[in-house]
């Protein structure tokens, strides 16, 4: 298991600030998190790149601290994949076994080996220049595996690929983790790359953790107005707990599950998938159903989102199918009803 324990790094006017994670053997782990929140900072001080300036980082009790980067068995991959442009394919991957004096023939059988299970075992006499991006991408981290590192560390490794080849990598990153099980820590800001391939992630925000879970966990029950704004919750309004239900000015009620929580000020959030919109008020359980008119659209190819003002704005986001079938525009009477369990008390 990787641990770290109060680690702090300061660069410049960037400061990794208190940093406490843990990480199973064989996981896939994901740091999550916008552009400067920290997390190649944080992949690169647990390479050992950057010297802590406080903390602990332990692997399986071992203390990594005073180790080099060559001395802690991390594979490293960067998003530009870093391939020597003089040598071909095969020469890039074996690079690491030459470095350990492998025997040329055994080095040779890896090699072909792990590029077959990459599906690039045809391309091993090109060289990087000849080859698409998720070939190279590829290649990275086929590069980064056959030392059978004891921590696979992954920045952004699907961020220059296009639509169709990022979700068929992904695919494939999956795969190759259930086959050889290694121990991976992946840097991205896409929550929908992070919800395909992590058992957990870690929310970074302003140099710190702000919260770990399983991608379910963190989809659906934030536990702070970041995250929430971060995994796709637009909804998220400032409120009054009076009476077991939240009051939002202008007149407007909600009803939530509160767990017990007490009288105070508090934040909701509602994601935009779960805000029903129909022409007439819908005859259902949900408790939560407000009229209003329909003040913007925005078109997403087959999803549409709408925001309706009833009181406060409401984002909903809807098949583009249905917004012309039921033959919405701006300007009409709409009502919008979502459910208690809908709500998230921050």
Known sequence: MIELRHVEKRLGTFHLRDIKLSV????????????????????????????????????????LTPLSPEERGVGFVYQDYALFPHL????????????????????????????????????????????????????AIARALIVKPRILLLD???????????????????????????????????????FGLADRIAVMHDGTVVQVGTPAEVFRHPTSQAVAEFVGMENILLGTVRRGEVHLGEGLVLSAVLDG??????????????????????????????????????????MTRVTVDVGVPLVSLITTRSLEEYGLRVGDEIWATFKSASVHVI
């Open 24 to 63: 199973e053997n064989g996981e896939y782990f994901i740091l999550l998190g916008a552009t400067g929140t920290g997390k190649t900072v944080l992949l690169e001080t647990i390479a050992g790149m950057h010297k802590l300036d406080r903390g602990d980082m332990l692997y399986n009790g071992e203390d």
């Open 88 to 139: 071909t394919l095969a020469q890039n991957i074996a690079f690491g076994l030459r470095l350990r004096e492998k025997d040329k023939g055994r080095r040779r059988d890896e090699v072909h080996e792990i590029a077959a299970l990459f599906g690039i075992d045809h391309l091993l006499g090109r060289r990087p220049a000849s080859l698409s991006g998720g070939e190279q991408q590829r290649a």
């Open 156 to 194: 952004e490794p699907l961020s220059a690929l296009d639509p169709r080849s990022k979700e068929s990598f992904r695919r494939e990153l999956r795969r190759v983790h259930e086959l050889l099980r290694p121990t991976v820590i992946h840097v991205t800001h896409d929550f929908n790359i992070a």
């Open 261 to 302: 929580r007490s009288a105070g000020e508090v934040s909701v959030a509602v994601r935009p998938e779960d805000v029903l919109l129909s022409r007439e008020a819908l005859d259902s359980s949900a408790r939560n159903s407000f009229r209003g008119r329909m003040i913007h659209i925005t078109h997403e190819g087959v």
